[in-house]
Every structure is written in structure tokens, then in C-alpha cells.
């Protein structure tokens, strides 16, 4: 689904002064995201630390309660408490006090219905300030799978000084959606170790294929990502290619691989380059876990119905893929750790031996419970895979122990950040900053889902502009 800040608004027949987005960049609100119908409308106040405006209505709204009349509402309010408690000291059951406990309570909710009465009073008069001066009245905002409220980059630099002077323009024209913000806000004030934590999928759709080759001689290819058959016109029944393995395993002779991931995408780019430039901006460590053992495991497991040596050798040759991608990744990382030489950075990839065994033995306590993860999924061959995506969140709290961890990442990632806070409780706090995919040249698709054509490689960018 495609859809834009306006068009929301108009689906769910919110006027836009009475959201949080009055206030952004016309940019924004037309920017095109790409993402499941899974959004509701809620009021900002509902979100700690979601919102500046809500933030500036909350303060404002203090410095009201502290007038003479509040704050001797208060006082009466706690005296009288005070007063409930003497007595029960005394009289635990109160039944030789009663007419005075009564009193007492009826006092009590009278004070209490007055502080409530005024705090609505305080409230309206503050709600007039900002539409003065803001032009927003109610203080709405989308909320995304129940999970993440969408917001700007506005938000974060208003609301934290350490990224006031952060800029990177391509963040900036977009949504953004946060999770647990508040948490984030609370560990810069304490000055608390923080860790970050992102970074791309190891290759998008189109750009790994598989051909399996039957001992008859056909062949059927495969997207990787997709996983659908392209032969559709085939008498094969138009199933996905780890089904076409389960079914047809005594037929299998072989299985190729055509990589055709030349360089990286210009969003893969992205999702490194903003991982430094947060990372200098909060002084926090970055870990960048690269996917490729997760889709090793993915393949090991659905190549079970076959012959091992077979497996063993389908293997070898998906591992010789898989590394040639992983060092297109680990060669811009080298690139922009030079650009940033204070980020500390570690990578977690396949040939990481180390940092793996770090991975792998500290995550261990948090997947005991198997039955918690597999209620996580239903695609029973894609759990180990998805171990690692709920858990990679986790990697700078495994390596460094950072009681603050930040998920910067695309908005697919919106499960994988409410799952890796289920299954790690109250371990370390895990926030969000989350940016919607962009369309590729196509118009159409996603660049992760676009064609070949529309990819968008790093390469072929930088030839752009050179040429121009």
C-alpha cells in the first residue's frame, strides 16, 4: 500500500491542525511510504516522548500547576492523606473512627475533583497557546501496528540537543516513526552508554536467483527473496521454491545461483551511513549485523529433504555468493569509518568468527523458551533466521553491555524491534528510529522490490554525476 501523511489524514477524517504534522515540511506530508494498512490515529499524549509539540504542552502545562491555587490544592489534598493515615495507624479497620474516615474521603475526593477540574481549565489554556502559536489544537498523531507513532526528524532535534546540529538531508524530507523515545531521552540525560544498531538486508529481490536443475533435464528458477517460481506457466503447481525442495527431492540433481548484485543500492547506502552520523552525534558505539548466516541458516534448513553431500555442496556454493556481497558491505563501512573515525564499530557477519560466538552464546538465555519464538512465526523453516533478526537488535547490549539500545532502521523492521523488547524484557532498553523505504526511478516499487533496472546502485549514481 502506498499512501501519503495527507491521504491518511483524509482516510481517517482528521483535519490536519489537530495532528502533531501541521507544523512539518509540505515534503513530508506528500512524502509516498510504503507500508500495510496498519495505522490508528491517537492522541500524542498517549506516547511519552513521541512528539516536541506534546513535549513543549507538557511542560507548559507544569509550570501552570505550579500557581498558589494548584499547589494549595495539593498540600490540602496530602494533609488530609496524612490525616487517613494517623488514624489507621491507630485504628487499622477504622471502625471507632468512621464519621472522621468518612469525612476525611468525602474531603478528599472533593480536593481531588477540584485539582481535576483545574488541570482541564490549565489544559484548555495551554491547548489556546500552541494553536496561537503552532497552529495545532489537539495534539494527534498515526500510531503504526500499535507499536511506533510517526513523527519527523523535527521531533528528535527539538526535543534532544545532541542532534540539533546533525544533518543529513535525505532523513530530514521524510516520516519517521519512534518507539520508546522516552527511554532515549531519559539514558542521554543520565548519560547512560548507549548503542546503535542497523543496517541493510544482505541483497533485495531480483538480485539472487536460483535455478534447480532435475535429473530430467528441467529447470526451475527461483527468486531468492520472493521465493516464487518464474516458470508459472510450468505444470509444477505455482509454489514457493523451499515447497518445490520438500516435494521434488529425490528429483533434484543440482541447484545454481546467479548472483547479479553488482554494487549496493543507494538505500542500502543509507542505512550505513546513518548509523555513523547518529552514532558521532550521541557518542555511541555501532554494531552492523550483516544477514548473510541468517540466510545460511535459512537455506541449510530447507535443503534438509536432500542428499547431504548435495546439501554440503549447494552450500559451498551459496557461501561464495554470499561473501562477495558481504564485502561489498564491509567495504563502505571501511569507507566511512574513515569518515568517522570516533564511531567505535563492529560488524557481525558470517567470516566474524568472534563477534558470531559472542552472538550466538549471549542471546542463548533469551531463546530458552522456543515455544515464546516459534508463537513469533508460522513459517516453521524461516525460525532460525528469525532468531537471528529478533536477536541482532540485541548485539550492542551482547558486545559492550549498552543499557540503551537504538534500532535505526527501515519501517519493515517495526516487528522485529516489538519482538526483540518481548523476548529481552527488562534486559536493557531498546528504542526505535524508524524511516520509510523510498520508491526507486519505476514510480512503483520499493527500492529493495524494484527490477534491475531500477535498483539504483551506488555505481551507477556516482557515473550519474560525473557525467552531468
Known sequence: MKITIQELLEKKKVKLEETIYKGTDDTIQKFVITSGD??????????????????????????????????????????????VCQIKETDPKGYDHMPELRALRSAKRGIAQSLSELTEYYEAEV?????????????????????????????LKNQMKELSELSLPWIQNKPLFFGNIKALKESLDRKLPIGIVGGPCLFGTHEMELQIVHKDGSTYLYDFCRGHNYNRKENINNIEFAEHIEKYAKEIKDIHFCNKKADITAQEYESLEILFVFAEALNAKTAIPIPDISYQKYLYT????????????????????????????????????????KVEVCVLHERAEAVCEVFHKKREAYFKNSGLIHRMTTKRKKTDAIFDYISMLA???Y???????????????????????????????LSSILYPERLSRNNEDTIFNA???????????RKEEIDE
Open 38 to 83: 496498519f495505522y490508528k490515529i491517537e492522541d500524542a499524549q498517549k506516547w511519552d516522548g513521541s512528539s516536541w509539540l506534546q513535549e513543549r504542552f507538557d511542560i507548559r502545562l507544569q509550570q501552570k500547576r505550579e500557581s498558589a491555587i494548584y499547589k494549595a490544592l495539593e498540600l490540602h489534598y496530602e494533609e488530609l492523606g496524612q490525616a
Open 127 to 155: 491547548e489556546e497557546e500552541l494553536k496561537e502559536k503552532y497552529g495545532v489544537g489537539k495534539r494527534k498523531l498515526f500510531v503504526y501496528k500499535n507499536t511506533v507513532t510517526m513523527g519527523s526528524f523535527l521531533d
Open 302 to 341: 530447507v535443503l534438509e529433504p536432500i542428499e547431504e553431500s548435495m546439501r554440503e555442496n549447494i552450500m559451498q556454493k551459496f557461501c561464495i555468493e554470499t561473501r562477495k556481497i558481504t564485502d561489498l558491505y564491509l567495504g563502505v563501512i571501511e569507507d566511512f569509518k574513515k569518515k568517522y573515525p
Open 395 to 397: 548485539l550492542p547490549y
Open 399 to 429: 558486545l559492550w553491555g549498552t543499557p540503551q539500545v537504538i534500532q535505526i532502521d527501515n519501517l519493515d523492521e517495526t516487528d522485529s524491534f516489538r519482538k526483540c523488547k518481548k523476548v529481552h524484557k527488562e534486559a536493557f532498553r
Open 451 to 461: 527490477p534491475l533496472d531500477y535498483k539504483e546502485y551506488v555505481t551507477n549514481i
